[in-house]
T-cell receptor, first 114, second 112 residues
Framework: AQSVAQPEDQVNVAEGNPLTVKCTYS??????LFWYVQYPNRGLQFLLK??????LVKGSYGFEAEFNKSQTSFHLKKPSALVSDSALYFC????????????FGTGTLLAVQP | SQTIHQWPATLVQPVGSPLSLECTVE??????LYWYRQAAGRGLQLLFY??????ISSEVPQNLSASRPQDRQFILSSKKLLLSDSGFYLC???????????FGQGTRLTVV
């Protein structure tokens, strides 16, 4: 079965510093991977996806993610964190079949200190 | 462009009362539709998904049910709410491509 793991419950970073939110995956076949962000009491917002092609994927709000097949990872990165980036981040993998279900990780809370 | 509407935004209901949450999608046809629940502000649990009108698949046994009476309408229901039904409910849709899922703004349900 497809799954993703987010090993960190929380990541703390100072404003202006680079940030990384980790995600590892386990899939059979080719992975379709996604990152979402959730602000308090709001729905999830799509940030970026990896389907195929370049291992470095660029997304919304200056975020990018690096797909690493050998390490089965898909870490979310940003060169310079903003206080407004503080939110809950979810990694997800598409389940197999026609339903396009997404299997989500447990989420990582990003806290950016001014 | 596609949009997804979910309402109400917040709801407080007594134990034993019925529930109906509605979700509609605009700007696309034959979407896959999903209901997720988020408990304690963290993990997302897929409750139901639908690949077409009248086609509902349940992911976990529970006190809730879902229906899809129209192509772009997805309803989450309960006949009698339990305290444990409290949570943040999210509706989402996806296409048949691999663009991922797109979420509504959520409904905060508190059962008292």
């Amino acid at each position: 079965a497809q799954s993703v793991a987010q090993p960190e419950d929380q990541v703390n970073v100072a404003e202006g510093n680079p940030l990384t939110v980790k995600c590892t995956y386990s899939v059979s076949g080719n992975p379709y991977l996604f990152w979402y962000v959730q602000y308090p009491n709001r729905g999830l917002q799509f940030l970026l996806k990896y389907i195929t092609g370049d291992n470095l994927v660029k997304g919304s709000y200056g975020f990018e993610a690096e797909f690493n097949k050998s390490q089965t990872s898909f870490h979310l990165k940003k060169p310079s964190a903003l206080v407004s980036d503080s939110a809950l981040y979810f990694c997800a993998v598409r389940d197999g079949g026609a339903t396009n279900k997404l299997i989500f990780g447990t989420g990582t809370l990003l806290a950016v200190q001014p | 462009s596609q949009t997804i509407h979910q309402w109400p935004a917040t709801l407080v209901q007594p134990v034993g009362s019925p529930l109906s949450l509605e979700c509609t999608v605009e700007g696309t046809s034959n979407p896959n539709l999903y209901w997720y629940r988020q408990a304690a502000g963290r993990g997302l649990q897929l409750l139901f998904y639908s690949v077409g009108i009248g086609q509902i698949s349940s992911e976990v046994p529970q006190n809730l049910s879902a229906s899809r009476p129209q192509d772009r309408q997805f309803i989450l229901s309960s006949k009698k709410l339990l305290l444990s039904d409290s949570g943040f409910y999210l509706c989402a849709w996806s296409g048949t491509d691999y663009m991922g899922a797109f979420f509504g703004q959520g409904t905060r349900l508190t059962v008292v």
